[in-house]
C-alpha cells in the first residue's frame, strides 16, 4: 500500500496522524489513540516512497540531515510530514490537517480570542504540547483578520500548513528552506517588506525569539507558538533561553510588547465525538506586565485566576463555559469545498530564483492565476477584496519517480 492510500485511509477513519516505521505496521492516532493497520512495511518500500516524496534535490538533503520537513496536498487531504531515518530505515510522520478553512468558530474557540487580534501591535504567543492543534488556532488567528481587515500579512513556516485564500489581507506565506533559509533570515526580511502582521510558525533558537521580540517592538502584531504547558511556563521559557546576564532586559521586552498567551490542549468528549480544544488565556494586564518584568512567573498562575474582567481564562473556567456551551460546529456536517493551494508564484510567473543552499524544492510547480473581481463580486463583497483562483498541479508532477535507489 502506497502513501498515498494510507492517507486516504487515514482520512476515511478520522485519524489525526499516521505514522509509518520500516518493519511495523502503519500506525493511526484516532482521538488521541494510536491504532495499527495491516501488515509491517518492508523498509525499501518505504525508502522508495521517500525518495519519490522528495525528489533528487531534496533527496540528497535529507541523506545530509537524516530528516525533513515538508508539506503536501494528498488525495485532497493537506499533510504536514516528516520524513525521518529510524534505527530500523526511513520512517513517515504525517500530521493530516483539517480539510477546512480554520476560523474561531469552526475550531469551536471562545469567541473572546477574536478580541486579541485587534491590535496594530504587539505579541500573541500560542502555546502547547505537540498536537494540540497550535497551529490550526494560529491559523484561525490569521484568518480571522483576513476577514476583517486590508493588512499584509507575511507568515513564516517550517513547513507551510494552512495555505491562506486572501479575502480582504493581502497574504504572503514564506516556507523555511524552500522560500528562505532560515526563521532568523525571514524574519530580517519581512522588516524590509512593510508587514502589518507576521506569523512565526515556531519560536525554538534564541535568536529567532529576539528578532520576534524586536518585532513586535517596532509597530507589528506578530503570532507566533512555542511548546510548553500553560501560560507561565511559555513565557519563563523565552525568557530562559536566553543568557542570565540580559534576561532582566528580555523579561522587560516581553512585558512591554504582549498582548496575549493561549496554552492549549485537546480534550475528547465521547458524548459529542469531538475533540475540543481546552484553553487558558493571559492578557497582558497592568498586574502581569509586573509580574513578567520582575520574572515572577509563578505568581501568572494567580493572575490568570482573578483576571476575568480583563478577558482571562484559567482551565477552569474555560472548562465550565464548555460544559454550558450547546451548539458546535461539527466539519463532517459542515461540509464545504476543499480550497486548493495556491503557492510558487514565482515560478507561475516565470521568474527564475537561485536555488538556496543543499535546500531546494521537491513539488512541482503550480500556477496561481489573479483573476479580476467582477463588479458583483465587488458589491457583494467589498471592493478591497482580494479573489485568486487557484489552478491545481497534478499529484503525478509532486511524486515524480527519480532513478532507482
Known amino acids: 500500500m502506497d502513501l498515498?492510500?494510507?492517507?486516504?485511509?487515514?482520512?476515511?477513519?478520522?485519524?489525526?496522524?499516521?505514522?509509518?516505521e520500516a518493519g511495523l505496521p502503519a500506525a493511526l492516532r484516532v482521538r488521541g489513540t494510536l491504532r495499527t493497520l495491516g501488515e509491517p512495511i518492508p523498509p525499501r518500500e518505504l525508502a522508495e516512497s521517500a525518495r519519490n516524496l522528495l525528489g533528487e534535490d531534496q533527496w540528497q538533503h535529507f541523506l545530509e540531515k537524516r530528516s525533513c520537513d515538508l508539506s503536501r496536498n494528498i488525495r485532497g487531504v493537506r499533510c504536514r510530514i516528516n520524513v525521518l531515518q529510524t534505527a530500523r530505515g526511513v520512517g513517515f510522520a504525517v500530521r493530516l490537517l483539517a480539510s477546512f478553512t480554520a476560523t474561531v468558530e469552526k475550531l469551536n474557540l471562545h469567541p473572546d480570542l477574536k478580541k486579541l487580534v485587534t491590535p496594530s501591535n504587539g505579541l500573541i504567543l500560542v502555546s502547547g504540547p505537540t498536537g494540540c492543534g497550535k497551529s490550526s488556532t494560529l491559523a484561525a488567528l490569521?484568518?480571522?483578520?483576513?476577514?476583517?481587515?486590508?493588512?499584509h500579512i507575511v507568515t513564516i513556516e517550517s513547513p507551510i500548513e494552512y495555505t491562506f485564500r486572501p479575502r480582504r489581507a493581502y497574504i504572503r506565506q514564506r516556507e523555511v528552506g524552500r522560500d528562505t533559509p532560515s526563521f532568523e533570515q525571514a524574519l530580517l526580511d519581512a522588516l524590509r517588506e512593510d508587514p502589518d502582521v507576521l506569523m512565526v510558525g515556531e519560536l525554538r533558537e534564541p535568536e529567532t525569539m529576539r528578532l520576534t521580540l524586536h518585532a513586535s517592538e517596532t509597530g507589528h502584531l506578530v503570532l507566533a507558538t512555542v511548546h510548553s504547558a500553560n501560560c507561565a511556563e511559555a513565557l519563563q521559557r523565552i525568557v530562559g533561553a536566553f543568557p542570565a546576564e540580559i534576561q532582566s532586559n528580555v523579561a522587560a521586552q516581553l512585558a512591554d510588547c504582549l498582548v496575549a498567551v493561549i496554552a492549549q490542549k485537546l480534550r475528547f468528549r465521547p458524548e459529542l465525538?469531538?475533540?475540543?480544544?481546552?484553553?487558558?488565556?493571559?492578557?497582558?494586564?497592568?498586574?502581569?506586565?509586573?509580574?513578567?518584568?520582575?520574572?515572577?512567573?509563578?505568581?501568572?498562575?494567580s493572575c490568570v485566576e482573578t483576571g476575568a474582567e480583563h478577558g482571562m481564562w484559567s482551565w477552569a473556567r474555560y472548562r465550565a463555559w464548555l460544559d454550558a456551551r450547546t451548539t458546535w460546529y461539527r466539519?463532517?456536517?459542515?461540509?464545504?469545498?476543499?480550497?486548493?493551494?495556491?503557492?510558487?508564484?514565482?515560478?507561475?510567473?516565470?521568474?527564475?530564483?537561485?536555488?538556496?543552499?543543499?535546500?531546494?524544492?521537491?513539488?512541482?510547480?503550480?500556477?496561481?492565476?489573479?483573476?479580476?473581481?467582477?463588479?458583483?463580486?465587488?458589491?457583494?463583497?467589498?471592493?478591497?477584496?482580494?479573489?485568486?483562483?487557484?489552478?491545481?498541479?497534478?499529484?503525478?508532477?509532486?511524486?515524480?519517480?527519480?532513478?532507482?535507489v
Open 4 to 20: 498515498e492510500s494510507l492517507v486516504g485511509v487515514a482520512h476515511s477513519n478520522g485519524a489525526s496522524d499516521l505514522h509509518l
Open 273 to 301: 465525538s469531538l475533540r475540543l480544544p481546552e484553553c487558558e488565556i493571559l492578557t497582558a494586564s497592568h498586574a502581569a506586565r509586573t509580574f513578567i518584568r520582575n520574572r515572577d512567573f509563578f505568581k501568572l498562575n
Open 331 to 404: 466539519p463532517e456536517q459542515n461540509p464545504e469545498p476543499t480550497e486548493t493551494e495556491f503557492l510558487d508564484s514565482a515560478a507561475s510567473a516565470g521568474v527564475s530564483l537561485p536555488s538556496l543552499p543543499r535546500v531546494k524544492a521537491g513539488a512541482g510547480e503550480r500556477k496561481a492565476v489573479v483573476q479580476p473581481s467582477s463588479p458583483a463580486s465587488n458589491a457583494a463583497h467589498g471592493s478591497d477584496r482580494i479573489e485568486i483562483e487557484p489552478v491545481e498541479g497534478e499529484f503525478g508532477k509532486i511524486l515524480k519517480r527519480p532513478g532507482e
Open 142 to 151: 490569521i484568518q480571522e483578520i483576513n476577514l476583517a481587515e486590508a493588512r
